[in-house]
């Protein structure tokens, strides 16, 4: 499966953000999708992740009751909402599939999309 990542750019802080990942050639629906973000000198972390269907949805601490996680498995397309960004959200968002679970190196990944938010 290919997977296209976009939706970044540059904020003020409080802002808001909606990022899409768009999947083609593959069984979209079977797949794990994760959001994934690397700041500048820092590792990869894990953001958000949504099962198959939409069924279950998983958040890091840090993003927890300001991004939303969200799938349309007829457009092929999962979305991450951003609200209330604050200057450490700043980095470049990566989209994700794994199947059967998301492991911590999922098997597909998008180009990702930057994002900074300025204070």
């Known amino acids: 499966v290919q997977l296209q990542a976009s939706g970044g750019g540059l904020v003020e802080a409080g802002s808001s953000l909606r990022l899409s990942c768009a999947a083609s050639?593959?069984?979209?629906?079977?797949?794990?999708i994760g959001w994934f973000r690397q700041a500048p000198g820092r590792e990869r972390e894990f953001v958000a992740g949504i099962s198959w269907r939409g069924v279950t949805t998983s958040y890091a601490d840090s993003v927890k009751g300001r991004f939303t996680v969200s799938r349309d498995d007829v457009k092929n397309t999962v979305y991450l909402q951003m609200n209330s960004l604050k200057p450490e959200d700043t980095a470049v968002y990566y989209c994700?599939?794994?199947?059967?679970?998301?492991?911590?190196?999922?098997?597909?990944w998008g180009q990702g999309t930057l994002v900074t938010v300025s204070s």
């Open positions: 050639g593959g069984a979209f629906n079977k797949y794990v």
């Open positions: 994700a599939a794994d199947y059967p679970a998301l492991s911590t190196t999922p098997k597909y």
